[in-house]
């Protein structure tokens, strides 16, 4: 046992000493550790009051279901908050995030506009968008879908790229910390939501992998993949019926057949290959301490 230790030890070392990005991606593992404990602390104490008045745990399940966006974002940003408490932010590091957030501002761009159409084209050329006949309009749910899917993604992304100036790792070193970090979110999804999403495939990781190869597509932007959230995910989301904890319930078009894993997988390996065309695999800096 002590020889495993030992070993594993080792290997953690030579990582962090032979991969540049090992500071922000440890930082993110944290952050998703410390999110599911947060969840697990609030669906504990939810089932503990549930089990109080004597509901069965398919009336919890159900409960849990419909307040899902409610409980993602409480465990979202209480879990952001705790993570920052943890880490104070002193007067260079708050220069530092300053001076990255003014000059890593970035215009939409014709390979912006390029890659956000043809996800959306994509998407819909595969899953055929109909009519839901079970739409029901709900302006309520609407809001609360498009402030849960802003969270959902948009904390995960700010995390990154706190872990990235605090660390002064203003452009990722290596291409694939975008796929390790994708991972990372996948597996956050699967373990941490389990009962509140209602859409299990791997389309979370892809998502996110797409919308950090968006920031990496000029020199480390970070407003961009905001404005991808913002303007294209989440509304294409909300009237297609792709939300992640109520699927098309509030949507008025649904797509007529499911979007298989590999089939989104192929969307995602032509816009990577895209982007990895555009920049020729060259990483651009621009930020000044």
């Not at 602390?41 to 399940?61: A, E, K, P, W």
């Not at 000059?103 to 506009?113: G, H, I, N, R, T």
């Amino acid at each position: 046992m002590q020889r495993i230790i030992s070993s594993f030890q080792l290997l953690i070392g030579w990582i962090r000493d032979n991969y540049a990005d090992y500071p922000v991606v440890k930082f993110y593992v944290q952050y998703q550790l410390l999110t599911w404990l947060v969840h697990l602390i609030i669906i504990s104490l939810v089932s503990f009051f549930h089990l109080i008045l004597n509901h069965n745990l398919g009336t919890i399940g159900e409960w849990i279901n419909e307040r899902g966006w409610q409980l993602i974002l409480v465990t979202k940003l209480l879990s952001f908050y705790v993570i920052f408490q943890f880490h104070a932010i002193n007067y260079n590091l708050y220069f530092r995030l300053k001076s990255y957030i003014q000059s890593s501002y970035k215009s939409p761009s014709v390979e912006f506009l390029i890659m956000s159409l043809f996800f959306i084209l994509g998407v819909m050329s595969i899953g055929i968008p109909e009519w839901n006949e079970q739409f029901i309009f709900n302006l309520s749910g609407w809001g609360l879908t498009f402030l849960g899917n802003l969270v959902f993604w948009g904390t995960d992304l700010l995390v990154i790229i706190f872990a990235k100036v605090k660390s002064k790792i203003f452009s990722l070193q290596n291409h694939w910390t975008l796929f390790g970090l994708s991972i990372i979110f996948q597996i956050g999804v699967y373990t941490t939501f389990q009962y509140e999403i209602s859409t299990p495939h791997m389309m979370y990781g892809g998502i996110f992998c797409l919308i950090l190869t968006m920031s990496a597509l000029h020199r480390d932007n970070w407003n961009l993949p905001y404005f991808f959230i913002a303007t294209v995910l989440v509304p294409f989301f909300i009237v297609f019926g792709l939300d992640p904890v109520w699927s098309h319930h509030y949507s008025p078009f649904r797509f007529s057949r499911p979007i298989i894993d590999w089939e989104f997988i192929l969307i995602l390996s032509f816009l990577l290959g895209y982007y990895l065309f555009c920049k020729h695999i060259k990483v651009e800096y621009i930020y000044r301490e």
